[in-house]
């Protein structure tokens, strides 16, 4: 499983690539993305996945499958 960013919302703060325990948030094309094979959803380091904590954007981070 892993998260993906909307890029209609994002704003390229870049909030959420320090915080990913993973590396798995990266800069691509002036926002931020997600490496579905690096991302696990923050399981087994983080209660809840740290860049959607972070995020202060509404439905920007969300499931890569919805
Ligand atoms: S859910 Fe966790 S592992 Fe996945 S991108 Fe966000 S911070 Fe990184
Ligand atoms: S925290 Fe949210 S708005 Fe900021 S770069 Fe990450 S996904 Fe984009």
């Given at each position: 499983m892993?998260?993906?960013?909307?890029k209609d919302v994002c704003t390229a703060c870049?909030?959420?690539e320090p915080?990913?325990?993973t590396k798995a948030v990266y800069p691509h094309k002036g926002l931020?993305?997600?490496d579905p094979e690096?991302?696990?959803?923050c399981e087994g380091e983080h209660d809840e996945?740290?860049?959607l904590d972070v995020c202060?954007?509404?439905?920007?981070?969300?499931p890569l499958d919805s």
């Open positions: 892993a998260l993906t960013i909307v870049g909030d959420c915080v990913c325990p931020y993305a997600i690096k991302c696990t959803e996945p740290q860049c202060m954007e509404d439905d920007c981070i969300i």
